[in-house]
């Protein structure tokens, strides 16, 4: 036996049969030879989804979507008439939400009519949301056509593993079966392992930008209305000890506290 072979071989035996880089890296270009261009494919479409959501991570970071106390903040002022502050904190902030509000209170603020304020927010949320939206879609497709795209390299597989088999003639060797049927199921394992986290990634930041666009459109409805219990609660409207036993019992709560 040649001396660098038997070398190896002790090398594979005083380490448990575990390869070194070397061998990992040899291993996956022999499953990657193995599944074809299938699994090439495959391989770049995850390579493509881990840029996207890196990307997508690093804006949302940017934008601060998921930090909601400089808009409550804002309403909080706003709604207590110190709008100096109202507008300074929310346009130190850069969550979408809270510029939404700044302009929703900037438009109340100049005397604007409330449809314009309105329209104009509108124009900006949906612009703000489909940025935060854009590139989700690539990732849809890359969970919906993956699994596909495996089961596509699974056929092809089983198709040249029986095309071997049908070759063999009579000399029926089932390692040649075998062998094309792990080559050809190698694929679909492929395709699960790219749509299954891609899957859960999309929900995830779709979710995210669904529970955003939710906090926008509550906190710039609430800068063109009012408290309602809280007012009550200023103004006493004028419902006496006797009224107020029929009063809802929230109301009462409120009251007595």
């Known amino acids: 036996m040649d001396e660098t072979v038997e070398g190896g071989v002790a090398g594979a035996a005083m380490t448990g049969g575990l390869p070194g880089p070397d061998g990992a ?3 996956a270009q022999e499953l990657l030879a193995a599944g074809g261009a299938v699994v090439a494919i495959l391989l770049a479409m995850s390579v493509a989804a881990v840029a996207i959501t890196l990307v997508k ?3 949302f970071r ?6 909601r106390r400089p808009a409550r903040r ?4 706003w709604r207590q008439g110190r709008r100096g502050e109202a507008f300074a904190c929310a346009e130190g902030s850069r969550n979408p939400a809270a510029q939404a509000m700044l302009r929703a209170m900037l438009g109340c603020h100049r005397g604007l009519p409330e449809a314009m304020v309105r329209e104009e927010v509108l124009r900006f949320g949906t ?3 489909e940025s935060l939206r854009g590139w ?3 990732l849809e ?3 919906s056509l993956a699994p596909l795209l495996g089961l596509f390299g699974t056929v092809l597989g089983m198709i040249s593993a029986f095309q071997q088999l049908e070759a063999a003639g009579n000399q029926v060797n089932p390692a040649i079966l075998s062998g094309g049927i792990w080559e050809a199921l190698l694929t679909t394992a492929a395709g699960l392992a790219v749509a299954i986290p891609t899957v859960a990634l999309v929900h995830w930041l779709e979710r995210r930008v669904d529970r955003l666009a939710h906090e926008m459109d509550d906190l710039v409805t609430m800068v063109f209305t009012e408290d309602l219990v809280a007012v009550a609660g200023r103004r006493e ?3 006496g000890n006797e009224d107020r036993r029929d009063a809802p019992a929230g109301y009462r709560t409120a009251q007595a506290g």
């Open 74 to 77: 804002a309403l909080t002022l």
């Open 25 to 27: 890296l040899a291993r």
């Open 141 to 143: 497709v890359t969970a």
């Open 57 to 59: 991570l690093m804006q």
């Open 62 to 67: 940017t934008a601060r979507i998921d930090d």
């Open 136 to 138: 989700l879609r690539p």
């Open 237 to 239: 409207v004028g419902i």
């Open 127 to 129: 612009a703000a949301l």
